[in-house]
């Protein structure tokens, strides 16, 4: 049954999905390869600084060993010298801790990437299910731990061995050389053995780091469906999204319809077109749309400025360019400034007229550039 399942996971992960892997803490490590790092740290702070390393020591074991007449009979003895202690132990073991640390974060973030997952401190009781636990045991992974286990104890084991072989003599002269020369010894085979681990460990760590990486692409396979299903999910069904689109446009229009009244004038055609324009010359640079539509929106915008006494002026070369050139709540450009003009100056006049009660004004024709009516210069 896995196997089918597995069979179907043809296609490589997304990056939604690998995203979640990693929320919940699933990111690719070696830890073969992070140990050998550490190791291989720890063995060039034992060769480079054995010498201050010997130094720590002796002065270590120096205040364990020696005191004056005077320190003996201190009852602060014990607490200067614990405290002395700690300090050369800190001075000695920081620089190791510090190189190792670094190592060891280093090569996790280089399989992996930083990752930090609050899901992955969250206890796991179905990892205590024995069943479950020895399915693990015999999976692939089980089978493969096992391999790598019994080829780092070979293989290491042998290096080890051949190593304390080839330094048999300088082993069994350090028991009967002086104190520095033998810790001084000591410390080199210890570093001589460490580099050799490291450099084992870290080629099988390599290998282990190319199949951590080839496990987890694996393990996160999608199938066919799986990506559509995704696809879908963070696309948006398209019949939603349509409905979505559709209500965005209808409030869209009703929020239009709303500004139609704050117009000063409507710019027309006998029956296509509606352009609504507002003109406040201490707010404006230039007369701005704020409501525009064709056929039955347009019928709205007529019925709306009637009912609020805005003038309807008809000219149509004008309104199918400023529905052309103009989006909604945008100024006019600069090419309809003159006839957008003598349609304001018209409005003004036959407001005066009708405050009046002198004799309307002629209605202007203006002349507009037929380019910048676009494709609806024929309408």
């Known amino acids: 049954m896995a196997d089918t399942e597995n069979e179907d996971r043809t296609e490589q992960a997304s990056e939604k999905r690998l995203q979640e892997a990693r929320d919940k803490g699933e990111v690719p490590r070696s830890r073969d390869l992070s140990g050998a790092m550490v190791v291989l740290a720890g063995a060039v702070m034992l060769m480079s600084g054995s010498s201050a390393m010997y130094a720590h020591m002796q002065h270590i074991y120096a205040l364990g060993m020696g005191y004056s007449r005077e ?11 614990l405290g002395a202690v700690m300090r050369e132990v800190l001075a000695l073991l920081t620089p190791i801790f510090a190189v190792t640390l670094v190592a060891a974060v280093g090569s996790t973030v280089a399989i992996g990437g930083l990752n930090f997952s609050s899901e992955a401190l969250i206890p796991k009781f179905e990892r205590l299910d024995p069943i479950a636990g020895f399915g693990r045991l015999f999976s692939l992974n089980g089978l493969i731990e096992l391999a790598k286990s019994l080829i780092k104890v070979l293989f290491i084991g042998g290096a080890l061995v051949l190593l304390l072989r080839h330094d048999e003599a300088s082993v069994m002269a350090t028991g009967g050389e002086a104190i520095g020369a033998g810790v001084g010894q000591s410390l080199s085979l210890v570093a001589h053995a460490s580099l050799l681990f490291a450099v084992v460990l870290g080629v099988i760590g390599g290998i282990d780091a190319v199949w951590q990486r080839f496990d987890f692409g694996r393990r ?122 003598q349609i304001l100056a018209y409005v003004y006049q036959l407001k005066q007229a009708v405050e009046r009660g002198g004799p309307a004004p002629s209605v202007p024709k203006p002349d507009v550039d037929p380019e910048l009516q676009g494709r609806y210069r024929e309408t």
């Open 220 to 341: 996160h396979r999608m199938s066919k469906q799986e990506v559509k299903d995704e696809h879908k999910d963070t696309e948006g069904n398209p019949q939603m999204k349509g409905r979505i689109r559709q209500m965005q446009q209808q409030l869209a229009r009703r929020r239009m319809i709303q500004d139609v009244p704050k117009a000063d004038v409507i710019v027309v055609n006998p029956t296509h077109f509606a352009v609504a324009l507002r003109y406040d010359d201490a707010r404006m640079r230039a007369p701005r749309v704020v409501a525009k539509g064709v056929d039955i929106l347009a019928q709205q915008i007529r019925l709306v400025a009637s009912a609020h006494n805005i003038p309807l002026v008809e000219a149509p070369p004008l309104a199918r360019a400023l529905y052309a050139t103009t989006d909604l709540g945008h100024e006019i450009p600069a090419a309809l400034y003159v006839a957008v003009a």
């Open 71 to 81: 320190a003996l009979f201190s009852d602060h003895l014990t607490s200067q010298v």
